[in-house]
């Protein structure tokens, strides 16, 4: 009987072993799959809303291939954890750059700061802390409207950045504006663009100038959107290409609608134009949505830099809208703060 009893124990668990293998091994397929997944959207720039929306999430799949290594690994399958070694480290060379700064700048610094107020309802003595508390020096602002304007001024705003161009809307998504510590120049704008896209030159001490370019792409979704998305950041590139051409620094600030791992996103970089938190080795800085329970997810506001460099980002509450703000230390050659 007891003979029995221990082999019947023997056989429940070799079948249990059997089927927590097969288990992981199961786990481990499916994680991968949903890494390699995550890498293939990085590099394509396909224009289907599903492989947008796989960009978007592609870091939240790739970290598949750490579940699927360790997967692997537990169970000693060894063709298994061959392949998702080289999905991980496909993965990681997708992320890295955003973790590598560029070290040594040249010329004094400027500080940037681009903010998306949600329709005007970010609290405006909330942005007017945030340009206080950092010493902004530049102010972008997304979904600016009228009563905002007028709301930022009353905060301070003006007393801090007494120059600005702004085209703010009546109500919803498609206002702009730039602030200034320093005078502004040939401000232009964009006509085709859905929501307002401005440039201006701003006139820094010791003559000594830039161009910022403040813009707001169309979202990628809902899926009609997607085509509009996709040219509209093609045609951003155009415009970069132009300012670079009569400024010797650029800087743009912008509601991208994209992430670091949208393929239309980088396709505006090289050629001396660097994303400023990866120029900085700032990592992600994940600024939407900031109006659910959960932490925001995607960094879709971001700083791009040409003849300048980089050398910190960091992300900022903005109370009252659904993005957080991204402010940048820019270093200008040629620019002596003091004048």
């Known amino acids: 009987m007891t003979v029995a009893i221990d082999e019947a124990r023997r056989t ?3 079948t249990a072993r059997r089927w927590g293998r097969r288990g992981a091994v199961a786990v481990g397929w499916v994680a991968l799959a949903g890494a390699a997944v995550g890498v293939a959207a990085h590099w394509i720039a396909v224009t289907s809303p599903l492989v947008v929306v796989a960009a978007s999430a592609a870091p939240y799949l790739m970290v598949g291939a750490v579940v699927a290594l360790l997967a692997f690994l537990a169970v000693r399958h060894w063709a298994g954890l061959a392949v998702a070694t080289v999905v991980a480290v496909a ?5 890295v750059p955003l973790y590598v700064g560029d070290g040594a700048a040249e010329g004094d610094e400027i500080v940037v700061m681009q903010a998306n107020i949600e329709f005007g309802k970010g609290d405006p003595d909330a942005v007017v802390a945030q340009v206080r508390s950092r010493e902004v020096d530049l102010l972008a602002v997304d979904e600016l409207t009228v009563d905002a304007v ?3 001024a009353a905060a301070g705003l003006d007393d801090l950045l007494p120059h600005r161009y702004v085209r703010p809307a009546a109500s919803g998504a498609d206002g702009t504006g730039i602030w ?4 502004l120049a040939e401000q232009v704008e964009y006509p085709d663009f859905v929501m307002v896209a401005l440039s201006a030159r701003v006139m820094l001490p010791g003559d ?5 370019f403040a813009a707001h792409p169309l979202p990628p979704w809902p899926r009609h959107q997607t085509p509009i998305w ?5 045609r951003l590139h155009g415009v970069l290409d132009s300012l670079r051409s009569e400024s010797d620094t650029v800087l743009m600030a912008a509601d991208f609608n994209a992430t670091w791992d949208h393929a239309q ?4 970089l090289g ?12 990592g992600v800085l994940r600024t939407y949505p900031t109006d659910r329970s959960t932490p925001p997810l995607l960094s879709i506001d971001r700083i791009l830099v040409s003849g300048a460099t980089a050398t910190a980002v960091d992300a900022v509450d903005l109370p009252g809208a659904d993005h957080r703000g991204i402010v940048a230390r820019i270093a200008v050659p040629g620019y002596t703060a003091a004048g």
């Open 91 to 95: 993965s990681a060379s997708t992320q």
């Open 12 to 14: 429940g668990s070799d």
């Open 271 to 282: 050629d001396g134009v660097r994303d400023a938190a990866e120029q900085a080795g700032a």
């Open 208 to 212: 000594r100038s830039l161009t910022l």
């Open 150 to 152: 007028e709301a930022l």
């Open 180 to 183: 200034s510590r320093f005078p």
């Open 265 to 268: 996103f980088r396709a505006l």
């Open 230 to 234: 996709a040219d509209e950041l093609s």
